[in-house]
């Protein structure tokens, strides 16, 4: 057994090739063998698509077999990788982290040769196929208790030429949003990983709950967008429609713009996602559930925001999130006016 990650088939095999990506075992689990498709048609950018990073985040792997299937057809030039299922531990579990160490695979990146089986599988995904893209496509969903647009989605980049390229392929998506999402740094991120390779990583999330027919249907298309924004594919660009709203819209958060619970309770959503609200408006209420004398809490926009997620009724503990609120980005950027797409050699 080889104790160094690596694929089943030459990389620089022209065509097409379907094989695995092995992640050598441990002393808690033995080898992994992901399935991976690669389409290399010479010249061009080369695309990594991965789903699976959350294991109860399922429409990633279904849309990344979608895509597996149309490219044959319809890919032109360049490179696409495509790892539907990152973490197979996780989404046999249904469950956020790898259930034999604990850990969320989406906060170890770039991972350890000899490390837990999920520090494993990163340092796979790190050394073998970070180096050969030079775009990342992640794939995930908002969690299943979460009610998103969907969205691709990126983090404030240092590198501001990065983050313009980042910020346009984002929109090629032409998804209802796309989100420029600043948060307190966390850890071990695939995103950050790839970002500091001078790499374009856009994040795409959608919805939560239910895996529905429409919403894959979205959800294929914004990629299948990117794909043919960057000159990779040809095709027809689509403009997803989501109740009622069209793409269009490019959006910035901070971490302020998390509202969360002041007690334990049941959430009762008082508004919908893409709804533009005003400073006092009611975003939802919390319903103590250990009292009937106990007053229900409104829980209010602190400003002039757009609900950009929220909470689809549940119970929640104190201070965890209910909603998430956004406002349009104002970015200056060099070259900002010119188009996402990379002309194939």
């Known amino acids: 057994m080889s104790k160094a990650p690596h694929l089943t088939f030459d990389f620089n095999t022209s065509g097409l090739s379907r094989g695995h990506l092995i992640v050598p075992g441990g002393a808690d689990h033995g080898e992994l063998s992901l399935p991976i498709f690669s389409l290399n048609k010479g010249e061009g950018p080369r695309v990594l698509i991965t789903g699976g990073n959350h294991g109860n985040e399922l429409e990633g792997p279904l849309v990344s077999r979608r895509i597996i299937e149309w490219l044959p057809k319809s890919q032109t030039c360049g490179r696409i990788i495509v790892l539907p299922v990152l973490n197979p531990l996780a989404v046999e579990a249904w469950s956020r982290n790898t259930p034999l160490d604990g850990l969320n695979l989406n906060r170890v990146f770039p991972g350890r040769a000899d490390g837990s089986v999920t520090q494993r599988i990163a340092d796979a995904v790190s050394r073998v196929?970070?180096?050969?893209?030079?775009?990342?496509?992640?794939?995930?969903?908002?969690?299943?208790?979460?009610?998103?647009?969907?969205?691709?989605?990126?983090?404030?980049?240092?590198?501001?030429?990065?983050?313009?390229?980042?910020?346009?392929?984002?929109?090629?998506?032409?998804?209802?949003?796309?989100?420029?999402?600043?948060?307190?740094?966390?850890?071990?991120?695939?995103?950050?990983?790839?970002?500091?390779?001078?790499?374009?990583?856009?994040?795409?999330?959608?919805?939560?709950?239910?895996v529905g027919a429409a919403n894959l249907a979205i959800y294929e298309a914004g990629v299948r967008n990117a794909l043919i924004a960057l000159g990779l594919a040809e095709g027809k660009v689509e403009y997803p429609t989501f109740r009622k709203q069209k793409f269009g819209q490019t959006l910035e958060t901070h971490p302020s713009d998390w509202l969360k619970s002041p007690a334990s309770g049941i959430f009762e959503p008082r508004c919908s996602v893409l709804d533009e609200v005003k400073q006092g408006d009611i975003i939802g209420i919390l319903h103590p559930m250990d009292s009937l004398s106990a007053d229900s809490i409104e829980i209010l926009a602190?400003?002039?925001?757009?609900?950009?997620?929220?909470?689809?009724?549940?119970?929640?503990?104190?201070?965890?999130?209910?909603?998430?609120?956004?406002?349009p980005l104002n970015i200056q950027e060099s070259g900002a006016d010119q188009p996402a797409r990379l002309v194939c050699q």
């Not at 001078?198 to 795409?204: E, H, L, N, S």
């Open 302 to 327: 602190p400003g002039p925001s757009i609900v950009l997620a929220i909470v689809s009724g549940a119970h929640v503990k104190a201070n965890e999130g209910v909603a998430f609120l956004a406002r």
């Open 129 to 210: 196929l970070l180096p050969m893209a030079d775009i990342v496509f992640d794939l995930h969903s908002f969690g299943p208790t979460w009610d998103l647009p969907p969205a691709a989605t990126t983090h404030p980049i240092a590198d501001p030429d990065l983050m313009a390229r980042t910020v346009r392929v984002a929109e090629a998506f032409k998804l209802p949003v796309t989100l420029v999402w600043q948060h307190n740094d966390t850890a071990g991120m695939f995103d950050i990983v790839a970002q500091n390779q001078g790499k374009v990583f856009v994040c795409a999330e959608f919805g939560g709950g239910t």
